[in-house]
């Protein structure tokens, strides 16, 4: 995994609006690239750093949390991605993924989801 780009300019808004705002566009086009009809949050994760466009908002979402980049990508994987889904219209929720250390990232508890 690369390293995050730190972003040294200072931003009036916080690190949780930034990261939200960089990647909402990226959601509904990462839905659609998964393969079948449910995806976990892994997957998810997988599928949108593959892309360009997914991996630099990625990097520069993390990099919002300067101080802490592992509180930013717990904050980016089990808060702001698992809303920005919901949002979308195009995902919904199926639960939690138990006891499948392939789907674990160490950074939110794994979840399924259905594409609608």
Do not use: C
Request: charged share 20%.
């Amino acid at each position: 995994m690369p390293n995050p780009i730190i972003n040294r300019q200072p931003s009036a808004r916080n690190p949780w609006e930034r990261a939200y705002e960089l990647l909402q566009p990226l959601i509904i086009p990462t839905v659609m690239l998964l393969p079948g009809e449910e995806f976990s949050s892994r997957q998810f994760v997988t599928y949108l750093r593959a892309t360009n466009p997914g991996e630099e908002a990625y990097q520069q979402a993390v990099s919002s949390w300067k101080e802490n980049l592992t509180l930013g990508r717990q904050t980016i994987h089990g808060q702001i991605l698992p809303q920005l889904l919901r949002e979308s219209g195009k995902a919904e929720w199926a639960g939690y993924v138990y006891d499948d250390p392939e789907q674990d990232d160490g950074l939110s508890v794994p979840s399924f989801w259905i594409k609608k």
